[in-house]
């Protein structure tokens, strides 16, 4: 009775934690989309100077602005993985800066070459698309940008930027790595604690006084990075 007790306030949290977290991520439906798109000699400038690019605020933040010298632009988006509130945003701020700036092309992890789906869109009418594109988001199956080209009528070129042999061959080093994950941390859990008696037993006070401070002084950098 007392574990069902903890056990249903505990769980509870858990779910208000996750709802948060999309929450916070999510974006306001009445928010106005950038109404015009930007001429010629707009893009040319913007590509010159990147800091005059309009950013979808209630999408999207900008961390960094770095100007080079290619005559090329990139802009780089960090998102959670999997998330449905984050990829929703994704997908809307790519819809905002393609209207705004024309971009048909963009970069996406896990392939190493053209993964756009735009082409199979005509498989099914697009308010199908709509609901499945929505759900496989939801699961995390999705990306936004591949929830953008399955429901927005622009096309949209998904490119892949990893080198496939490499990619390959780490996805199947992972893939073994999880078969054998649980004896492997338990094995270096085991490691560890006869590690901690050796020190106990063999290091001087002074030596073991040093790592404590040491660990201290490094998980007050941690807490600090999370502020």
């Not at 999510?26 to 400038?45: G, H, N, T």
Request: with cysteine; net charge positive; hydrophobic share 40%.
């Amino acid at each position: 009775m007392i574990r069902n007790f903890l056990l249903r306030p505990f769980c509870w949290l858990l779910i208000l934690a996750f709802g948060l977290g999309d929450f916070l991520w999510a974006a306001p439906v009445d928010s106005p989309l950038f109404s015009s798109k930007a001429s010629s000699a707009e893009i040319r400038d913007l590509v010159q100077d990147p800091s005059q690019l309009q950013i979808p605020f209630q999408y999207a933040s900008l961390e960094e602005i770095h100007k080079g010298t290619n005559g090329k632009l990139l802009i780089y988006f960090q998102d959670a993985h999997t998330n449905f509130g984050a990829q929703k945003n994704l997908a809307s701020a790519l819809e905002v800066l393609m209207k705004r700036y024309g971009i048909s092309t963009c970069f996406v992890e896990g392939g190493d070459r053209d993964v756009s789906l735009h082409k199979i869109r005509r498989m099914a009418p697009k308010k199908t698309w709509d609901i499945l594109a929505k759900r496989l988001l939801q699961d995390g199956i999705l990306t936004g940008a591949e929830h953008l080209n399955l429901t927005f009528s622009c096309p949209l070129k998904l490119l892949g930027v990893e080198y496939g042999p490499l990619a390959r061959a780490n996805l199947k080093v992972y893939s073994q790595l999880l078969k054998n994950r649980e004896d492997v941390l338990s094995y270096v859990h085991q490691i560890q604690g006869s590690l901690e008696r050796l020190k106990r037993r063999c290091y001087p006070k002074e030596l073991l006084s040093y790592e404590r401070s040491k660990v201290e002084g490094r998980r007050w950098k941690e807490n600090q990075s999370l502020k």
